[in-house]
Nanobody
Framework: DVQLQAFGGGLVQDGGSLRLSCTAS????????ITWFRQAPGKERVQVSC????????YYEDFVNGRFTVSRDNGKNTAYLQMDSLKPEDTAVYYC?????????????????????????WGQGTLVTVSS
């Protein structure tokens, strides 16, 4: 079975940094794109960033505004999301998801009901809390 595990969340102050990791097992990791989503309390889950299987193609939602960097190490079956200049509005549970294909099924501003169709495996989520 495919399993994804996201970790690295925690409590950080406004302006701080965190690096999230997503480890995968039960799949040929470098065959699939990986996307990071987040869900703030009381809000819909939204996509944050996606990286293609090779790492060549990377996408970010506009609210990232250059603060986050997505990467992957296929030799370690792990994807990362480096988050800098964090803001209180970044507070959310962050999830990683395996795409159905090697490329990112990315549509900027896609709603949850649409974006979720491109993925078939999810990590359990890791909580990021940014205090003001």
């Amino acid at each position: 079975d495919v399993q994804l595990q996201a970790f690295g969340g925690g409590l950080v102050q406004d302006g701080g940094s965190l690096r999230l990791s997503c480890t995968a097992s039960g799949l040929i990791f470098d065959d699939y794109a990986i996307t990071w989503f987040r869900q703030a309390p009381g809000k819909e889950r939204v996509q944050v960033s996606c990286i293609s299987n090779s790492g060549v193609n990377r996408y970010y939602e506009d609210f990232v505004n250059g603060r986050f960097t997505v990467s992957r190490d296929n030799g370690k079956n792990t994807a990362y999301l480096q988050m800098d200049s964090l803001k209180p509005e970044d507070t959310a549970v962050y999830y990683c998801a395996k795409a159905r294909t090697f490329n990112c099924p990315w549509v900027y501003g896609s709603s949850w009901s649409s974006s979720r169709l491109g993925y078939d495996s999810w990590g359990q989520g890791t909580l990021v809390t940014v205090s003001s």
